[in-house]
């Protein structure tokens, strides 16, 4: 199994509080993706990371940021969340290499916005 | 415009029947890579196969099939003899080099929800 944990696994919050989603992986892999997971829309990505303080927006960017002061952690916070951010979000890590273009994902994190 | 169409949205089946799931993809690229991903009810996404695009064999492991063919931008896959423990929602998924190194978008398909039924 890759080394890929997510914190929380679970989180009930209300509208307008703030939030971290904490990714932690433990394969030293360069890139790192955060998706979210809706009914009827799969996968999305929201942000990605291709290195320490490198970070870029994927398709539904809107309403986070992210950061990833450290090879390990990748972060995703909700500034205020919203009723619309009610989803599963999953990490991701890519290696680089003969396995280039393979994701490994966390176990995912439910988050619901009241 | 959808980069990876899944376009059953969910399929029920009678234990031991075939199925087969659509996956149709669009690109410019000339190298990419497509998969399968099974995510069981449990939740978690489990890797399934990765094709590049300069390989179209078709491959077949145990009873789980691929079909690729760059013609029509398709990888299917087949299930044969399917059984209960196959239900899950399956997600195609197409992976595109970007501009920063060998840094992979990836893109993924809605999904199709398989329902085998004993």
């Known amino acids: 199994d890759a080394g890929i944990t997510q914190s929380p696994r679970h989180k009930v919050t209300e509208t307008g509080t703030p939030v971290t989603l904490r990714c932690h992986q433990t394969e030293n892999h360069r890139y790192m993706y955060w998706y979210r997971q809706d009914p009827g829309h799969g996968l999305r990505l929201i942000h990605y990371?291709?290195?320490?303080?490198?970070?870029d927006k994927g398709e539904v960017s809107d309403g986070y940021s992210v950061s990833r002061s450290k090879t390990e952690d990748f972060l995703l916070t909700l500034e205020s969340a919203t009723s619309s951010q009610t989803s599963v979000y999953f990490c991701?890590?890519?290696?680089?290499?003969?396995?280039?273009?393979?994701?490994?994902f966390g176990e995912g994190s439910r988050l619901t916005v009241l | 415009a959808q980069k990876v169409t899944q376009a059953q949205t969910e399929i029920s089946v009678v234990e031991k029947e075939d199925v087969t799931l659509d996956c149709v993809y669009e690109?410019?690229?000339?190298?990419?890579?497509l998969f399968w991903y099974k995510q069981p009810p449990s939740g978690e996404l489990v890797f399934l196969i990765r094709r590049n695009s300069f390989d179209e064999q078709n491959e077949i492991s145990g009873r789980y099939s691929w079909n690729f063919q760059k013609s029509t931008s398709s990888f299917n896959f087949t299930i044969t003899a399917s059984q209960v423990v196959d239900s899950a929602v399956y997600f195609c998924?197409?992976?595109?080099?970007?501009?920063?190194?060998?840094?992979?978008?990836?893109?993924f398909g809605s999904g199709t929800k398989l329902n085998v039924k004993p």
């Open positions: 991701a890590i890519s290696p680089p290499g003969n396995l280039a273009g393979e994701l490994f």
């Open positions: 998924a197409l992976s595109e080099t970007g501009q920063v190194g060998n840094f992979n978008k990836f893109y």
């Open positions: 990371s291709y290195g320490v303080k490198d970070t």
């Open positions: 690109t410019r690229d000339t190298t990419y890579y």
